[in-house]
């Protein structure tokens, strides 16, 4: 079942947590909504789930106007940062939860509870844990009771919010990878919240990135990654050098580079910078002709494959990151204190006070 | 050299520098015992020993044998329970009210439930006579159909109900606001209705505050006095509880008799202390910390409405 | 966690309707009838009522004792409360559970003991009332049992502030130079005053209203030992209920301001940091 917001907006007091959001999540897609805290992504998942009312905007599922429903009604499967487990109930009894509430011309026999229980307790590897109490489990075990609990009901639409959020770093990839594979078993539609990116890119299909209420993009991780439509998003995703400079008559000048800009064809002199990814540098002994600029290798650091390299522009003394695959490094036998010159692969351009 | 851990104040390895010394440690905690001992400790022996003081037969018959004090004790087993389980539903509708909720005049409401505590007993009990006394405002009427309230055994219900409904309220509403709501939100995703959220979530987390704040209500019902005498008329026999009792066997010079009943109360009294602490430790940590400030205010005054976000 | 709208939570208008119906029923309304009744009394009759001097012995008895008794528990609150957060000792569990008994106990078996006690021959009354110490049927029997009352209040206040005080401000003064008692007096006494003020506070609003207990110690001589919600009681027994309904307001009327006074006194402390 497709999810698909339109509009949102939605105020707190004075304070606005999301302004005129809207994005859609295909049938079976696993998406992210990725963005640092405050930017209203956890509101609108709620939102998605009723457990927020927009004061503006549709929720759709599948076509079908959701917005009035009760959460009861929505048939989401919401699994919370905390978890949020049933502490004076066993993880079966937990997981049992959403089927023995049914009203009584729904719910299926003791029987079938059990069985369906029990599959789920071996899809989350934790059928050995059935007659446990949450406080007995680790934070990892718990997120994937409070997994199989939303899955119980069978929903259209799982929302999960920062799932991995409360565990430490070696728990969060197993389970995150795990997340994933269980994803592919069921298809559902999926949309996880996290303002964590690697784990935004290794896991969704789609990633919404968002900021201070609003989307910043939407795409592929891949399209998020290597062409970043805002400075924030360029900003937020990975490391960023930035090369200050003027646009004039659809031609930028960025210190020593010139790019065509055809967008701006009809800016007269106004600011602008330039983003590249510390990859996307090119470093070389010599010039060779294609403008460069001179820099001064300040710090080198090997961090496992790659390297990074900081250096200092000779024009500006503005801090460069530039990042060299283990190869390149050695064949180039760089040192601290020497002198090189830095041509960008890619640059985007972007006009605004920043 | 004292160790370099930081120990939180009241543990029992104080740092060097903060030892007071042997003396002045020694005499303050025997003062201290001291007056307790002579404030406390030393009045509920004296209890037990003059109730005891003819022999445990006379003891025995005391309690059993005269038909007033038999009805008294019927009397206060039937009154206190029923007026603590009003307050239970009460206590529960409120704390779920005001714990879940923010609404216009919700401070209003919570000062509402505060003010029994505030009132004299003495006076709670006028105002009820000002109520349903035969002189009162529905007297006539109750007096026409023949219902007693004043006087009768409602009457004891109601004064008691009154002097006691902060009690269980108050203590369900903290309980429900440090255990949180994601659970009750996590039941409501899962298709759970308002009934089945309540009682298969709800009560469940906040079984021990409620056990706790039934038998603080409990133990204050049963030894409800003053409200209690100005509604009862204290007819021996009919309406008298077991405090007015023991007042009225003083009154006759019946020393034995009162100290025997008085003791039965006395028994009530440390039961509760015993159960409070087995429940305090029950519910770990600082929420016991938090409880044992609040039983002080929850058994007999006013304290400022809850602090919560406005 | 973000508020919840009670369009999310089911249950809402049922409990609030049904706490609020329960409410007006059981406080509301009597309340209300006890403000009515007196009001029925003309201005004369009221101020007649509540300002004979049988009225005014019973006020100043009333609020003399329980402010005697809130300070007395004041101060050995303080020795309790110090002696259980930074001392140990053999049977302090136990020690630290009784305490508590004043709050279970019934004020009338608190009444019937403490008049047994102090009489002549009492346990204590044996050794007092030689020495000329009437501890029944007195006003220092009021304050007695008064302070028995109260002690747990202001125990149970001051008791987590000194729990939750910092080791390292009393060694910053130790390195300073502090002798143990200056210690206690500069350093930690200030940080404890807003709990004496609300414990003094919770202790005086308990005693003003207390009838079981003293109808038993103090022999209710009217003019002597009468506290006010005994005369109370005694002009009912007369039938008199205009009478008492009026003096039972000056009662509520100081029972509200102390409960607003509470709450005040609260919100300065917590200001301040408990």
Redesign the interface.
Known sequence: MSIEVQNIIKT?GAFTALQDVSFQAPTGELVALLGPSGSGKT?LL?II?????ADQGTVLFHGEDATDR???DRQ???V?Q?Y?????MTVFENIA??LR??PRTLRPSARDIRTRVSALLQLVQLDWLADRYPAQLSGGQRQRVALA??L??QPKVLLLDEPFGALDAKVRKELRRWLRRLHDEMHITSVFVTHDQEEALEVADRVVIMDKGRIEQIGTPEEVYEHPATPFVYHFLGNVNLFHGHIHAGQARLGEFEIEVPEYADAQDIPAVGYVRPYDIVVERHRNGTPAIEALVSHIQRIGPLVHLELTRGDTGDLIEVELSKERYWDMQIAPGERVFLTPRQLKVFVHDH | MAADVHTPAGSTERRTALQDPWLVRWSLIIAAVGVVGVLVIVPVINVFYEALARGAGTYIQNLLVDPDTRHAIVLTLTVAPVAVVLNVVFGMAAAWAIARYQFPGRTIVITLIDLPFSVSPVVAGLIFVLLFGLQGYFGPWLHAHHLKIIFATPGLILVTAFVTCPFVARELILVMQAVGT??E?????????GW?LFW??TV??MRWGLLYGVILCNARAMGEFGAVYVVSGHIAGKTDTMPLRVEKLWQEYNLPGAFALASLLTLLALVTLLVKVGLERKMHGDAAKALQSTSAELLLDARSPLKESA | M?TL?H??LPGFRLSLSYALTYLTILVLIPLAVCFAKASTLTWDTFWGTVWTERALAAYELTFGASCAAAVVDVALGLLIAWVLVRYEFPLKPLFDAIIDLPLALPTAVAGLVYSSLYVQKGWFGQFLVPLGIEGAYSRLAIVLVLTFIGLPLTVRTMQPVLATFDDETEEAAACLGASRFRTFAYVILPTLYPAIVTGFALAFARALGEYGSVVFVSGNMPYKTEIAPVLIVARLEEFAYGEATAIAVVLLVISFSMLAIINLLERWSQRYGS
């Open positions: 707190f509101t709620r789930a009723g457990l927020e009312v009760s959460v009861r989401v499967g919401f919370f905390h949020a487990l049933f502490q004076h939860f959403g509430v049914r609990r939303a119980a009901v | 994601e659970e939100i996590a039941a409501l995703s899962l298709g759970a209705n089945q298969r979530v469940p987390n | 973000s709208n369009r999310i």
